[in-house]
């Protein structure tokens, strides 16, 4: 009994091995560092840990604008950062997490372009602050994202706080990259 149990431990190792090297690579988007409110400021901090823990975690996690600035310094940036933007989650991320907190118009314009492209809005998971405007432009596209499957969900000042936005968000993207390693597995299958 105890050498199969050893056997099953060894099995269930080689299968986290594995599937930690499934790459999956993730946008975060939200508030800016520039921005004049407390608590979106609060958001940006929250948007960077974030990206640090999914980092850690084995996760290519990039802040839209930061491969932009790389853009440009490349100086093959398009006129607009939201055609970056799009272009990025349509064809090379797989998840793009939103952080929308009210007064955050940059948000709010990625919002209203992205969630109009299903191959985007499918793969964004949005979490909204519990005190944000209910304004009709708002959940028309958190319903435009969840209609085409993606996530929307609220937040609060206290999971910010308390680091549980970012457990939430690292157990959906631990989940996705499970997801792909299997999907990965089955339609290469027999290919040699």
Known sequence: MASELA?????????????AKTRVTILVFGPGAGNPDDYARACYEKRLQL????????FLAVLPEQAYR?????????????????FLLEHSADIAFVLHVRGC????????????????ARKMYCFVAADCDSHWSLKDCLQDIEARSGRAEQ??????DKCRLCSRALEYAKRVRIAYHHYARRKYAGVS
């Open 70 to 86: 790389e853009a440009e310094k490349r100086g093959n940036a398009p006129a607009h950062i939201l055609d970056f933007e799009e």
């Open 105 to 120: 118009e940059g948000v709010n314009h990625e919002l209203t372009r992205l969630s109009t492209n299903d191959r985007c």
């Open 155 to 160: 937040f609060t000042r206290d999971d910010i």
């Open 7 to 19: 056997e099953i431990r060894k099995m269930v190792t080689a299968y986290e091995r594995s599937v």
């Open 51 to 58: 990206k640090e823990l999914l980092a850690s975690n084995k």
